[in-house]
């Protein structure tokens, strides 16, 4: 089986099949980040709007990835724009959530002390609340990317006009060559395993160390 | 007088109701003075802080520093709080240094003048720590470090001390006192603790239970460093003791825990975080 692993990744047709959905999740996964924490931003300092997203966050957690095809097929047709969106909109939700979350609970002891030590209007929000929100925003970011790489696959799996790994699964599932499928889904596991534990896990222990906090 | 209250009242609103917390509060800060505030739990010594800080604004009356009225925070008054309010993400450096950047000095008189508080403080050591990396009365020294780098006229301090153990209190004693007497800084410490306001204060001001009002004040004229030991201060701290718990009986008697007082308490001693534990 590791031996068809290996051959796998010295097969052209795979590695663009795999570089299709890495680029997919890149492109998606940015977009995430930079709407997903804006929003969180916004949302985290508007006491209205954080009422509001409180009570649909819930709503989105608790929606799988997958459910989000279907609309976005509705709105980018059999594209890979629909995949992408799939992405952006199975983990923005988590990320926007643990953004506003983070930014609203920084203690109020510290803006307090910051105050008084002249940091007020952006200054206060770069120098202080922002990075006091770091530890929850990078831990959004890590379920984020998990969200992410599940609604990538749902998407990809659905939608099989796009050339990716989910076309491959498909594929190889419907020539019955069973050993080949679960080449491919160590494949994909390995990937979110790899990221998951060598950057997320990593940064969030980093981060631990150096704001002090346990674990 | 550098610190000046009028007439001080400050009323607080939530969900409609309105609580009375300070009452036409009088009283001055000279130049270079250390001045005490003790009272019970919840009587406003911690307004009494914001209000001079800036952070909160008085309902009615004037608070005044250098003859100007207070509007807001500013450089000139910085408060020390007692949880040390340390940024976790900064070593400790970097944590003298904010108000200094925040004020738009270039960082190398930045770096020099955290250098020099973090001597004052005896933490030169510990400079390229993170906070969580030191013990709690190495923080509060760190606070300290942080709020005079900003050279400010008036140093609050709101219970600094509070969550230290008596030894690491004591330590802190004298390191404050050497850094008054060097830097001549003008101090207002809020503390729980009688021996701790006659060991520090020129003056010692009593706070009434809420809403609170300066009951008394009283003048410690007593050479420093002084011993707690010391017989002087001890028939001082007996006065203070003796007017607080008045004070402290009405709280107990406003939140109906009469029962957790033992009767023969009648003057609880100066060590005793007095109201701390209602
Ligand atoms: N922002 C606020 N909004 C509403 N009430 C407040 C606010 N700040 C303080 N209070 C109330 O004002 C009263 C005085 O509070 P304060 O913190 O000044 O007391 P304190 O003397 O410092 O007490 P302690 O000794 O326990 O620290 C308390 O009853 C508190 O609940
Ligand atoms: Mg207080």
Known sequence: ?215 | MLVELERVSKRFSHNGASTEVLREVSFSVEEGEFVCLVGPSGCGKSTLISLIAGLESPSAGRVTVAGREVRGPGPDRVVVFQESALFPWLTVRKNVEFGLKMAGISPASRQRRAAEYLRLVHLSRFADAYPHQLSGGMKQRVAIARALAMDPKILLMDEPFGALDAQTRRLLHEELMGIWQKTGKTILFVTHNVREATVLGDTVLVVSARPGTIKKGFKIKLPRPRRESDPHLIVIQQRILLSLQEEIAKVVKDEGLEHLIPKTAAVAGADRDLGSSL
């Open chain 1, 1 to 215: 089986m590791l031996g068809l692993v290996g051959r796998r990744l010295t097969d052209a047709e795979f590695l663009s099949a795999l570089g299709g959905s890495l680029r997919r999740m890149v492109i998606g996964y940015g977009a995430v980040c930079a709407v997903g924490i804006g929003a969180g931003v916004v949302v985290g300092r508007t006491r209205w709007l954080n009422e509001l997203f409180g009570t649909v966050a819930v709503a989105i957690h608790a929606m799988p990835g997958a459910v989000w095809v279907p609309l976005a097929v509705f709105f980018f047709g059999l594209s890979e724009a629909a995949v992408i969106f799939t992405i952006f909109l199975g983990a923005a939700g988590i990320t926007m959530a643990n953004t506003s979350n983070g930014i609203r609970e920084v203690p109020p002891g510290l803006l307090r002390a910051a105050e008084t030590m002249g940091a007020r209007g952006p200054a206060l929000f770069w120098h202080v609340t922002l990075p006091a929100a770091v530890p929850r925003i990078v831990d959004g970011l890590r379920l984020a990317w998990a969200f992410g790489w599940r609604a990538l696959m749902a998407g990809e799996l659905l939608i099989p006009s796009i050339k990716g790994m989910g076309r491959l699964l498909n594929e190889v599932a419907r020539a019955r060559q069973l050993d080949q499928l679960i080449a491919f889904m160590i494949i994909i596991a390995v990937v979110g395993v790899v990221v998951d534990y060598g950057f997320f896990r990593r940064l969030e222990r980093g981060i631990a160390a150096r704001w002090g906090l346990a674990g």
